[in-house]
């Protein structure tokens, strides 16, 4: 995004933007409620600071994302798959993820 883009406020309410596209465009600090993200893209997107709350994200599908320090609350995590990924540090309920796998890999004869 360049220096000298324009900026504005838009306030839109019961609005269809459907098939809409958004390009070079920050919405920092902005607020999206009550939306339908269905089939929605996000792309090379910094999302430092996001807060999503009460959102179905079910089907749903991240790929080369840093999730680094995220924190998951109060999530129906059933049928989660995660593949190739960092676990350093990553607990559940406060037990290391690693610890857990160590567990399992000694406990099947894989260690």
Not at 17 to 29: E, I
Not at 66 to 95: E, F, K, P, Q, W
Request: glycine share 8%; with cysteine; proline share 0%.
């Amino acid at each position: 995004m360049s220096e000298d883009a324009k900026r504005d406020v838009l306030n839109i309410d019961n609005m269809f933007l459907c098939g809409s596209t958004f390009s070079r465009v920050s919405l920092k600090g902005a607020a999206i409620t009550d939306s339908h993200l269905m089939d929605a893209k996000l792309d090379d997107v910094n999302a430092k600071g996001l807060v999503v709350n009460n959102a179905n994200l079910s089907n749903a599908a991240f790929h080369d994302v840093n999730m680094s320090g995220v924190t998951i609350d109060a999530a129906n995590l059933a049928g989660l798959a995660i593949t190739r990924a960092n676990v350093t540090d990553m607990t559940i309920d406060g037990i290391k993820v690693t610890d857990l796998l160590d567990a399992y890999k000694s406990s099947n004869g894989d260690g």
